[in-house]
């Protein structure tokens, strides 16, 4: 099974009206590649903070077919152009993502966690154990990526390991965040990484 890939957007932007025109511009570039958004916002609107220095940040994620695909995006003649639309409308970090399901539902909330690592043995044996309560939780790894498999397509150079979870509704997440042993878990991951987690509600999609 080919494994898809995801565009993540995460930034701040600064003039909604340059972004307004950008934004109408990508649906048939992604189309042609046969991209899609699974999840679009920033705070107030689809995208809630909850973990970490990030909190004015927006987000964008999408799939395609593969990660290879991703990039023909990034690269094509078509989004290069539109690219031109939103210069000096805002600051962003794209990346580029292996992934390693798709989303298990038409409407699924998201996990977004980007994660500095500081004690590399220590996160990967945390990483195991998220792993363990995702599962028990009914919810899906979408992408669990370590900083040097992200391909930085925009922004600073990749130095954050990038998780994407997938919950069957934005609620689901929410309550599985803030279950008492998953509370405990983030207490113990702390000490091994500085993460940024945002939760995305998915949005209406057609593969």
Same mark, same amino acid.
């Given at each position: 099974?080919? +494994?898809? %890939? ?9 003039? *909604? ?7 109408? $511009? ?7 590649? %046969? ?27 999408? +799939? ?6 991703? !990039? $023909? #995006?990034?690269?094509s @003649?078509a989004?290069?152009? /539109?690219? +031109?639309?939103?210069? %000096? ?25 980007? =994660? ?8 990967? /044996? =945390? ?16 992408? *669990?990526? =370590?900083?040097? @498999? ?10 954050? @390991? ?15 965040? !803030? /279950? ?7 207490? +113990? *991951?702390? $000490?091994?990484?500085?993460? !940024?987690? #945002? ?9």
């Open positions: 099974m080919v +494994q898809p %890939g995801y565009l993540l957007v995460v930034g701040q932007s600064f003039e *909604r009206k340059k972004m307004g025109t950008y934004s109408a $511009a990508l649906p048939p570039i992604y189309q042609a590649h %046969g991209g899609f958004y699974l999840g679009i916002g920033g705070g107030g609107r689809g995208v809630e903070h909850l973990e970490g220095g990030w909190s004015a940040h927006s987000a964008v994620l999408a +799939q395609f077919p593969d990660k290879a695909s991703v !990039n $023909a #995006f990034w690269t @003649d989004y290069k152009k /539109a690219k +031109q639309l939103r210069v %000096g409308a805002g600051t962003f970090q794209v990346s580029a993502l292996k992934g390693i399901a798709p989303p298990p539902s038409a409407l699924p909330g998201y996990l977004i966690s980007l =994660a500095l690592v500081l004690d590399r043995p220590a996160f990967d /044996a =945390a990483a195991k154990a998220e792993a363990a309560l995702i599962a028990g939780a009914g919810m899906v790894d979408l992408v *669990r990526s =370590a900083a040097c @498999d992200v391909d930085t397509l925009e922004g600073d150079p990749a130095v954050y @390991d990038v998780a994407i979870v997938a919950s069957p509704t934005v609620e689901a997440a929410r309550t599985f965040w !803030n /279950a008492a042993e998953f509370v405990a878990f983030r207490a +113990q *991951r702390a $000490a091994t990484a500085t993460v !940024n987690t #945002f939760l995305m509600a998915g949005i209406p999609r057609s593969a």
